[in-house]
């Protein structure tokens, strides 16, 4: 038997291997779409008291990003 998750935001049931699975300490958050996962987190940081924290973190992860992506590009410039 396949293993099923509910969307936590919809309810919406759906077998492993699909959707959305962030862990969160002991907690799984489980969604079936991108679209209800999107959802959860926008209301999950707006929720959030010190939005310190949470600005921080994506500072930082904006960064790292962006420096993912200009390596991608310099790889690709030099093949050309
Ligand atoms: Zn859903």
Redesign the pocket.
């Known amino acids: 038997m396949t293993e099923k998750y509910t ?1 936590i ?2 309810g ?1 049931k759906f077998p492993k291997g699909q959707g959305v699975i962030v862990e969160v300490g002991k907690t799984i958050l489980t ?3 991108t679209r ?1 996962a999107t959802k959860f987190f926008k209301l999950l940081i707006e929720r959030v008291e010190n939005k310190d924290i949470i600005e921080r973190a994506a500072r930082q992860l904006i960064r790292e990003l962006n420096e993912q992506r200009m390596k991608i590009e310099e790889v690709k410039r030099k093949k050309i």
């Open positions: 969307c935001t919809c919406r969604f079936h779409s209800c």
